[in-house]
């Protein structure tokens, strides 16, 4: 989990209606951030992050899923600036043997809220020599989407993908996967998620990484194609 989070935006989406609610903070330079937006009147389809979920969109439909709910809130972690800037810097930082630290981008949780239930996700680079990214799932089953890769249980989904970076991280993208990580917590304690349950929220995790490799301005564009999940057999 991403120790660097700095503030959260709640918004909370009812049936296809999406609304701007309050920001709330932990540290006061963001909290500073997007209470003047909100202060002056700024829509919130305007304040730059990664979140918002379009009425109708495959996402809408695949957290209405997963969630079990007609509504749901989303917290924001991360403004796009701030997710980007942390990226590039691990980037140029990562190591040979260890994934980064992740930085956390959004949750979103059924409304009404009910105890832990959340869909949560975060982003972070790994070596591809390393064995965090080699499966290591309990009860995980390995899954090929469009070139992307990863594993999934009833409670985790973790998706590594190839993003060729400009510049001066070429060289580093080259040796090292995006990997994105998304956290279940709706599922805990469930004992009926199949493998179509698994593939929805491999769909979903794809689609959040999506806007990830879209804000890095990854230029093998990994993930434009729309998410289909294969199952793999186990190795």
């Known amino acids: 989990m991403d120790?660097?989070?700095?503030?959260?935006?709640?918004?909370?989406t009812s049936?296809?209606?999406?609304?701007k609610a309050f920001a709330r903070s932990t540290t006061a330079l963001l909290s500073m951030v997007v209470l003047a937006s909100c202060a002056s009147g700024e829509p919130e389809a305007k304040i730059e992050h990664l979140c918002t979920v379009g009425a109708a969109s495959e996402e809408e439909a695949l957290l209405r899923g997963i969630l079990r709910a007609d509504g749901f809130e989303t917290d924001v972690f991360h403004r796009t600036?701030?997710?980007v800037e942390s990226l590039e810097r691990d980037l140029r930082a990562i190591g040979s043997d260890k994934k980064t630290f992740s930085t956390s981008l959004c949750a979103y949780g059924p409304t009404p809220r009910a105890g832990v239930e959340r869909a949560r996700f975060e982003a972070g680079w790994v070596p591809r020599t390393s064995k965090d990214a080699e499966p290591s799932m309990a009860d995980g089953g390995r899954f090929d989407a469009n070139g992307a890769f990863g594993e999934s249980?009833?409670?985790?989904?973790?998706?590594?993908?190839?993003c060729d970076m400009p510049g001066d991280l070429a060289e580093p993208s080259k040796a090292?996967?995006?990997?994105a990580e998304a956290s279940y917590t709706v599922n805990i304690g469930r004992t009926d998620?199949?493998?179509?349950?698994?593939?929805?929220?491999?769909?979903?995790?794809?689609?959040?990484?999506?806007?990830?490799?879209?804000?890095?301005?990854?230029?093998?564009?990994p993930l434009a194609k729309p998410p289909v999940v294969k199952p793999l057999p186990a190795p």
């Open 3 to 12: 120790t660097r989070r700095a503030g959260r935006l709640h918004v909370l």
């Open 15 to 19: 049936g296809r209606k999406v609304r």
């Open 81 to 83: 600036n701030r997710v």
């Open 153 to 162: 249980n009833y409670f985790l989904t973790n998706l590594f993908v190839r």
């Open 176 to 179: 090292a996967w995006l990997y």
């Open 193 to 221: 998620i199949d493998q179509a349950a698994k593939d929805r929220q491999t769909a979903l995790t794809y689609l959040m990484a999506r806007r990830v490799t879209d804000a890095l301005g990854c230029e093998n564009e």
